[in-house]
């Protein structure tokens, strides 16, 4: 399972509701899986700083920590590369909520692209 959302925040705000997954089937498991979250600004250098922490159900998984961010006049892209923007990994059980919070200290607007990969896991027939 699969999403994906992009946006961006103006100066000093943040997502309202706080959190990237809102709204999404998969914002709470359905069962024993595996998430891995790849969050990134592809906004100019001059404009980095965008916040983000991360929780998994009651789990913190990562503290408000500075979102990478990939500069597209200099990479050439604008959207995550599992291979190289996927940090975080967490595992959680049904009924567990994925959020990420998003927090735009800066001085401009600043754009986020965020992609999270669910993997159930667990073989539920055996319960």
């Known amino acids: 399972m699969i999403i994906k959302r992009n946006g961006s925040l103006t100066t000093a705000t943040t997502l309202n509701p706080n959190n990237v997954w809102?709204?999404?089937a998969f914002e709470y498991l359905k069962?024993?899986?595996?998430?891995a979250i790849g969050l990134m600004s592809p906004t100019t250098f001059a404009l980095s700083g965008l916040l983000s922490a991360c929780y998994v159900g009651a789990t913190l998984v990562?503290?408000?920590y500075v979102v990478p961010n990939i500069d597209p006049a200099i990479f050439g892209r604008n959207n995550a590369i599992m291979a190289n923007d996927f940090y975080?990994?967490?595992g959680g059980m049904g009924g567990d909520r994925i959020v990420n919070t998003l927090r735009n200290p800066t001085a401009g607007t600043v754009a986020y692209d965020a992609i999270a990969m669910i993997t159930p896991v667990g073989g539920g027939?055996?319960?």
Not at 31 to 35: F, T
């Open 125 to 127: 027939r055996r319960r």
């Open 31 to 35: 069962g024993p899986a595996i998430i």
């Open 88 to 90: 975080i990994q967490a």
């Open 22 to 24: 809102s709204g999404s």
């Open 62 to 64: 990562a503290e408000e």
